[in-house]
C-alpha cells in the first residue's frame, strides 16, 4: 500500500498539471461541436428503451450502446482510442426517489493519444434546465481511462462513486474490475488530496471566471455558467470537509463527498443554502426549480469564500 501511495505521488509531481487539467478541461471546440451534435442526436426514444430493457435478451447490452451511438461518436470525436467501457451510474442504477429519473453513463476510453493529452468531455446534453423534458434526457461523460484511474487512485469523489457504484455495460470487464481492486482498499491520505484539491480548485476558478466573462461579454450560454459555478462551488464545499476529515480516509467517506446533496447542511444561512439548494437542482435537471441566475451564484459563491476567510 505504501508504496502504491509513493508511486502515485511521484506521478502527481511529475504530472500534476496535466492529470488536473484533464479531470477539468473539456475537449478543444471542434471535437466539443461533434460530440455535442451526437449527444443531442441521440434517439428521441432512448428514455423508452431505457425504462423497457429486457434483461433475458442477450443482445440488450449492444441495443443500449448502439442506441447511445458511442462507437460513433468514438469514431468521429476521438478516433485515437480503439476501445472503451461504457459505465451506467448514479440513481438510475441505484435508485433513489428523491431524484429525477434521469440516466448517467461514463465512457472511459482506451487508447494512447498523440502527445498524451488525455481528452475529456463532461458537457452532457442540451442546456435546457429544469425543462420537463430535459429531466428525461440522457448525460454521457467521456474521459480517457488512465486520467479516471489516476484521479480515483488519489481520492477524487466523483470517480470514486462511479467505481463503487457504476454498472459495466459493454467493454473488457477486467479493466472495471481492476478500477474497483485498486480502489477498494485503499487509504487516502487527507493532506495529499488537500493538495490535489487545491490544484483542482484553481482550475475550476479560472474556468468559472472564463464562462462568466464570456457570458457578460459574449453572450454564452448561462448553462456554462451555472455548470462552472456548480462545480466550482462544491469543490470548495468538499474541500472544506476534507479538512475537518480525519489523516486517514477510506473509501466509504471519499464517496460520502460526492452525494453532494449532503453539502446543504454545511450552509447556517439560510437564503444562501436556498440559493445552492437551487443551483444543484438545477444541474439535476429538476423541473419542480427555478432556473438559478449567475447573480444568484455570485452570492453563493461570496459567502462560501466568507466561510474559507473564518477558517
Not at 511521484?10 to 487539467?21: E, H, M, Q, S, V
Not at 462511479?162 to 459495466?168: A, F
Not at 481492486?181 to 487527507?190: A, G, P, S, Y
Not at 476558478?205 to 459574449?218: A, D, G, R
Request: charged share 25%.
Amino acid at each position: 500500500m505504501n508504496e502504491l501511495v509513493m508511486i502515485l505521488s511521484d506521478f502527481f509531481k511529475t504530472n500534476c498539471a496535466g492529470i488536473i487539467a484533464g479531470i477539468i478541461a473539456t475537449v478543444i471546440c471542434c471535437v466539443g461541436a461533434k460530440l455535442w451534435n451526437a449527444i443531442k442526436n441521440t434517439p428521441q426514444n432512448i428514455n423508452d428503451l431505457l425504462n423497457n430493457i429486457d434483461y433475458n435478451n442477450l443482445n440488450w447490452k449492444d441495443e443500449l450502446d448502439n442506441a447511445l451511438q458511442i462507437r460513433q461518436t468514438m469514431k468521429s470525436c476521438f478516433p485515437e482510442y480503439k476501445n472503451y467501457l461504457l459505465i451506467q451510474y448514479g440513481s438510475s442504477v441505484s435508485p433513489d426517489s428523491t431524484l429525477p429519473s434521469d440516466y448517467d453513463f461514463i465512457v472511459l476510453m482506451l487508447g494512447y493519444p498523440e502527445n498524451e493529452v488525455r481528452y475529456m468531455h463532461n458537457k452532457g446534453t442540451i442546456s435546457d434546465i429544469s425543462e420537463g423534458e430535459n429531466k428525461y434526457h440522457v448525460d454521457i461523460v467521456f474521459r480517457d481511462y488512465f486520467s479516471f484511474l489516476f484521479a480515483a487512485a488519489a481520492g477524487m469523489p466523483y470517480e470514486n462513486s462511479v467505481i463503487t457504484g457504476g454498472q459495466l455495460i459493454k467493454g473488457p470487464e477486467g479493466y472495471f474490475q481492476w478500477l474497483k481492486n485498486i480502489t477498494k482498499n485503499n487509504l487516502f491520505d487527507r493532506d495529499f488530496l488537500i493538495r490535489r484539491y487545491r490544484d483542482k480548485i484553481s482550475i475550476e476558478k479560472q474556468e468559472f471566471k472564463k464562462c462568466i466573462n464570456e457570458h457578460e461579454k459574449y453572450g454564452l450560454d448561462k448553462y456554462y455558467v451555472i455548470r462552472a459555478g456548480y462545480y466550482y462551488i462544491t469543490s470548495l464545499l468538499q474541500f472544506n470537509r476534507i479538512c475537518k476529515s480525519k489523516k486517514v480516509m477510506i473509501q466509504r467517506e471519499i464517496v460520502q463527498l460526492s452525494k453532494v446533496r449532503n453539502l446543504y447542511a454545511d450552509f447556517d444561512n439560510e437564503e444562501i443554502r436556498e440559493k445552492y439548494i437551487q443551483l444543484v437542482e438545477n444541474l439535476k435537471r429538476n423541473r419542480e426549480y427555478n432556473v438559478i441566475e449567475v447573480e444568484d451564484i455570485k452570492k453563493i459563491l461570496a459567502y462560501v469564500k466568507i466561510i474559507e476567510e473564518e477558517k
